[in-house]
Nanobody
């Protein structure tokens, strides 16, 4: 089992950048495939990015702007978010599972989320 805690969210303006962190405890993240998801008010949780070993896969909406990475020595997952847009506003969650897929149901472990708000 692994516990996940996200941080790094906040307020940003369109075009700004933020970096989210997800620190794991209870187990090492190199045991898992890791992912980032987000949920905007009134919308379903959606896939943002996932990483298998050190290769990232992205949703079309963030491809080219966001970068997922992991530091196994620090047991931490990151999401570098550049060129932020108002539509990126959401609660961002990190997740751990056994497959680097876009289906949230395949991730049994979740953090509590961190709010990202982007103003125009």
């Amino acid at each position: 089992q692994v516990q996940l805690v996200e941080s790094g969210g906040g307020l940003a303006q369109a075009g700004d950048f933020l970096r989210l962190s997800c620190v794991a405890s209870g187990n090492t993240i190199n045991t898992y495939s890791m992912g980032w998801f987000r949920q905007a008010p009134g919308k379903e949780r959606e896939f943002v990015a996932t990483i298998r070993r050190f290769l990232g896969y992205y949703s079309d909406s963030v491809k080219g702007r966001f970068t997922i990475s992991r530091d196994n020595a620090k047991n931490t997952l990151y999401l570098q978010m550049n060129s932020l847009k108002p539509e990126d506003t959401a609660v961002y969650y990190c997740a751990a599972g056994n497959a680097a897929v876009s289906d949230a149901k395949q991730y049994p472990y979740w953090g509590q989320g961190t709010q990202v708000t982007v103003s125009s």
